[in-house]
């Protein structure tokens, strides 16, 4: 039985450019496998930054630079032999605002499996309606959604779209899940249904959430980086850094002195 790694993610001396301006500086992380990790901050001090480069969005601008080195489960996603494509399968993405394509409930949710159908085979009706009732149920739409499949996803309030968008990400069996600031754009009930979601995969995915919300890190993580000026500044278990903080500047911005 092959060993899995103990770190889903590790990052050594990344360092990244925008042009002339360095937004990361030689950040050296590793986050747990499994576990669900919150990176919070002040805006503009790269945390976004951080989670599109360890899915190599950031690639989709031709003036962006990066040196160091990102591992996911081990493997060096900058590797020559590596495919952007298989990263994106491993490493999924939700963000700020839900972001449903604009097709159907079903057609959302078995997009990915039918864009990494395995070995050029499309999968059956029987596979499609397995990962489409898996990934629905795994985020707790199936009951409301299961009678129009076939409607527009854009239909479907702003709680249930992010949870679609999440749901998308499943049938790929992606082993990371990135999520920047998912909550932001979601009244109080919708987020406490959404964080409790996110609390549910903990376990099956490794999660790291970017969030400005600090009772949102407090509650919904089990381990926490704090990041300011483009470096990590303090990381370590959730409940701790909340209480007794090492750093004056994590400090700080917890009490809210600044940010």
Known sequence: MVEQPKYAIETDKLNLWYGDFQALFDVDLQIKRGIITSMIGPSGCGKTTYLRAVNRIV????????TGSIRVLGHDIFADDVELVQVRKQVGMVFQRPNPLPLSIKDNVLFGLRIHKPAGRRPTRAEEQEALESALETVLLWDSVKDKL???AIKLSLEEQQKLCIARLLPVKPA?????????????????????????????YTILIVTHNMA??????EE???MLHGKVVETGDTARMFVSPRD????????GRYG
């Open 59 to 66: 690639e989709r601008l031709g003036y962006v630079k990066t």
């Open 150 to 152: 076939k409607s527009p």
């Open 176 to 204: 990371v899940l990135l999520m920047d600031e998912p909550c932001s754009a979601l009244d109080p009930e919708s987020t406490a249904a959404v964080e409790e979601l996110i609390w549910a995969l903990r376990g099956e």
């Open 216 to 221: 949102q890190a407090r509650r919904a993580s």
């Open 224 to 226: 926490c980086i704090f």
């Open 248 to 255: 004056p500047q994590t400090a700080d911005y917890i009490e």
